[in-house]
């Protein structure tokens, strides 16, 4: 399928969310897909939707207590009936590297929440992800050093390129496909 355009509604505390949808607007743009981002906000009632079916949605925001914030569960309610226009959730979570293994993060219900939601409202869900993004949780670690972080964003990179081209394309991709 070809889109007409994409939308990413996004939620980012600490950049890493707001990054991974830059990196999908920038691949939409590549493909010649007219693409903007709309941040998530209290002022929920003034998001807007284009009425046609070509038009794709994303919502990209970060794991918080292994769950959707309560900001972008109340965002997604509020937003209009799907009517049949296709949506993905990506949901970037707190991954991390010991030595040179990494260790993904937990999104818990986070992205299937928003996915259900969505789905509930009358949007098709064509992708789900979990997307490891340098973990900010520093009362759970030391931190990251900036290698660590490096080899996560560039893990994180591949992984979003594989998930939005193969959206883009009109094909499902769910957390097992979106593996890495």
């Known amino acids: 399928m070809q889109y007409s355009s994409l939308v990413i509604h996004f939620m980012s505390g600490t950049g890493n969310s707001f990054r991974a949808a830059t990196w999908m607007e920038e691949i939409a743009g590549q493909k010649g897909i007219p693409s903007r981002l709309d941040q998530v906000s209290k002022h929920y009632e003034e998001a807007k939707l284009e009425d046609e079916s070509k038009n794709l949605l994303g919502m990209v925001f970060p794991t918080h207590g292994f769950t959707a914030p309560w900001q972008v569960i109340r965002y997604a309610l509020h937003l209009p009936h799907g009517n049949g226009k296709h949506v993905f959730v990506v949901a970037t979570r707190a991954g991390s590297r010991i030595t040179s293994i990494p260790l993904p993060g937990f999104e818990g219900t986070?992205?299937?929440?928003?996915?259900?939601?969505?789905?509930?409202?009358?949007?098709?869900?064509?992708?789900?992800?979990?997307?490891?993004?340098?973990?900010?949780?520093?009362?759970?670690?030391?931190?990251?050093?900036?290698?660590?972080?490096?080899?996560?964003?560039?893990?994180?990179?591949?992984?979003?390129?594989?998930?939005?081209?193969?959206?883009l394309e009109g094909k499902r991709v769910t957390g097992a496909t979106a593996r890495i």
């Not at 969505?118 to 900036?146: C, E, R, T």
């Open 110 to 167: 986070a992205s299937y929440l928003i996915a259900l939601i969505m789905l509930l409202k009358g949007y098709i869900v064509i992708g789900v992800m979990g997307l490891d993004m340098p973990s900010n949780w520093m009362s759970l670690h030391w931190g990251l050093n900036l290698e660590n972080s490096r080899f996560i964003i560039n893990r994180a990179r591949v992984k979003v390129d594989f998930f939005i081209n193969n959206i």
